[in-house]
């Protein structure tokens, strides 16, 4: 056991990997949730290892492995003696620019105030630029500021997904200690010991600013890139050509590989929100306000995006007469057991309105009911359903579309389908339709 000791404060999408990864590091590591009846259930959850909790098999069997070893409290208190403390509670925003400043400060107050001394508390959420600075003032205004204390701000890196657990242990690091040498020295020295990588995948920000700037510049480039595509998506159905084709061609250019497909929409909790955090900088931290007629644009395509396929649906369940129905893929991506503002629960709750029977196909699901369908987690038939619409993949369902009825829908918003499954579809009904391909 390695003596360093480590505090992580959130065991949520963020903290509970980052626990269980110190735990296989071998650290001293305790986790602390808040203490109240939600929290206390969660824990239980966590522990009951006859039930998966993430979803997915890596973590999963994580949690069976250490379970005599895990160590989570309601007690903040026993954080108190920690050297490194992580903060991983989320720091919420919505369109209106609401946010949850105060519960995000008190909780940091509770520990900064009171953890030992030489303790580095590392802010490991996404905020908006200025948001670690401002929080240094309002501790000198308030005449709690310590200089035997500090404070790091080091985003957290989460790819959803088959590469969950990975993304958190393995992807390059950034943070900034506003350009405190002997805090970096151990912010460095700290990371290479507890994450998997080197020196070369740790980048050091002079100002906390550039480290905050950092996290939510490249969330909002990736929304901003889903919402360019939507239209294209459009125009090419219109035109009768293969956008996904096309966009294969392009990628074959490194300069432009990055470039995003059309789709259901946007979920999930970070694309979702963190553009929104440019505009919170520009309202509470500057001077000079700035304008986001970028922001506001694509962060309205993306908001409205599944209507589109919301309609094109509608069409067929009106002209058909549709009354079985089936989802693939439930949660905002595939391999994750989270719905957080998944378009598919919008899609779930307008087949609810038009009283079809919906069940629900997804492995990663813990749920056994959702909005009144049930949730399906072993094996499909698909010759049971008249609308078969595939969201999403988890990487251990099975799709066999040998027994589709002559009449069956198949309606893809994300391409699921590979060539060899169009063409067995094709075999069997007329009626495929591919979100983004005119061809058909």
Not at 92 to 104: A, C, G, P, Q
Request: hydrophobic share 40%; with cysteine; glycine share 4%.
């Amino acid at each position: 056991m390695i003596k360093t000791k480590i505090s992580v404060i959130g065991l949520g999408f963020v903290g509970l990997p980052l626990y269980l990864s110190l735990l296989e590091k071998k650290f001293k590591v305790i986790g602390i949730e808040k203490k109240s009846k939600i929290f206390r259930d969660k824990v239980k959850e966590i522990k009951d290892i006859k039930k998966p909790y993430f979803g997915n098999i890596k973590l999963d069997r994580l949690i069976k492995k250490n379970i005599n070893k895990i160590e989570i409290s309601l007690d903040y208190k026993k954080a108190l003696n920690s050297d490194f403390i992580f903060i991983c509670i989320p720091f919420h925003i919505d369109k209106s620019l609401r946010v949850n400043f105060e519960e995000y400060y008190k909780t940091l107050e509770q520990y900064y105030k009171k953890v030992k001394k030489d303790s580095v508390i590392i802010l490991n959420s996404t905020v908006p630029p200025g948001f670690t600075n401002n929080i240094l003032n309002i501790f000198k205004k308030k005449k709690i500021f310590r200089n035997d204390v500090s404070l790091v701000f080091s985003p957290e890196r989460v790819e959803p997904g088959i590469k969950y657990y990975e993304s958190i242990t393995s992807s390059p690091r950034v943070f900034s200690t506003n350009n405190n040498i002997k805090i970096s020295n151990k912010i460095k020295k700290l990371f290479l010991k507890i994450f998997n990588i080197n020196k070369s995948q740790i980048t050091e920000f002079n100002k906390y600013e550039e480290a905050e700037f950092c996290k939510v510049l490249e969330n909002s480039y990736r929304a901003m890139n889903i919402a360019m595509i939507e239209e294209w998506g459009v125009l090419s159905e219109t035109l009768g050509i293969n956008i996904f084709q096309v966009i294969d061609a392009i990628k074959t250019r490194t300069t432009h590989s990055n470039i995003m497909r059309p789709g259901l929409g946007v979920g999930g909790y970070c694309l979702t929100k963190d553009p929104y955090f440019a505009k919170y900088s520009s309202k509470n931290f500057l001077q000079k306000k700035i304008n986001f007629p970028f922001i506001d644009l694509a962060m309205k395509i993306n908001l409205n995006m599944h209507n589109r396929s919301i309609q094109k649906i509608s069409d067929i369940i009106k002209i058909n007469k549709i009354k079985k129905t089936l989802i693939v893929g439930i949660s905002y991506t595939a391999d994750v057991n989270d719905l957080r503002n998944s378009r598919a629960i919008d899609l779930l709750k307008f087949l609810n309105k038009k009283k079809l029977s919906t069940s629900i196909y997804d492995t990663s699901i813990r749920k056994k009911i959702i909005l009144q369908n049930k949730v399906i987690n072993n094996k499909v038939q698909f010759k049971n359903f008249e609308l078969i619409i595939l969201i999403n993949k988890n990487n251990n369902m099975k799709l066999n579309f040998s027994y589709l009825k002559k009449n069956t829908f198949v309606i893809d918003l994300n391409r699921i389908l590979n060539n060899d499954q169009i063409v067995i579809i094709k075999k069997k009904t007329k009626n495929l339709i591919i979100l983004g391909r005119g061809d058909l």
